[in-house]
């Protein structure tokens, strides 16, 4: 299984950016990865992934202020994140997957997560 470390979180003023990364324990290239979010309170949001082909998605709640890339020689995935809101403060964790179609063999395995906190 493959372990999955996040960095670059922190306490960041509205409008201003900041870049997660994703650092993976083994080979990422067959695999989908993704960020996810968790605010207090609230349920698990589905931010951005990207598929091994390279092909994103994003939540519309993002959509033209995050970038999400890969660099499976490096083992790494990171999320650009610019024009952040206070709404965006939450715990966002880095995961990954199989790209199978039935869920129970996806094989998700996930990272412990890093807070990103965005300040009025």
């Known amino acids: 299984q493959v372990r999955l470390v996040e960095s670059g979180g922190g306490l960041v003023q509205a409008g201003e950016s900041l870049r997660l990364s994703c650092a993976a324990s083994?080979?990422?290239?067959?695999?989908?990865m993704g960020w996810y979010r968790q605010g207090l309170g609230k349920g698990v949001e589905r931010v951005a992934d990207?598929?091994?082909?390279?092909?994103?998605y994003y939540a519309r709640s993002v959509e033209g202020r995050f970038t999400i890339s890969r660099d499976n020689a490096a083992r790494m995935v990171y999320l650009q994140m610019n024009s952040l809101k206070p709404e965006d403060t939450a715990m966002y964790y880095c995961?990954?997957?199989?790209?199978?179609?039935?869920?129970?063999?996806?094989?998700?395995?996930w990272g412990l997560g890093i807070q990103v906190t965005v300040s009025p």
């Open positions: 990207i598929t091994a082909g390279g092909s994103p």
């Open positions: 083994g080979s990422i290239n067959s695999h989908s």
């Open positions: 995961s990954g997957w199989r790209e199978e179609n039935n869920p129970i063999d996806r094989d998700q395995y």
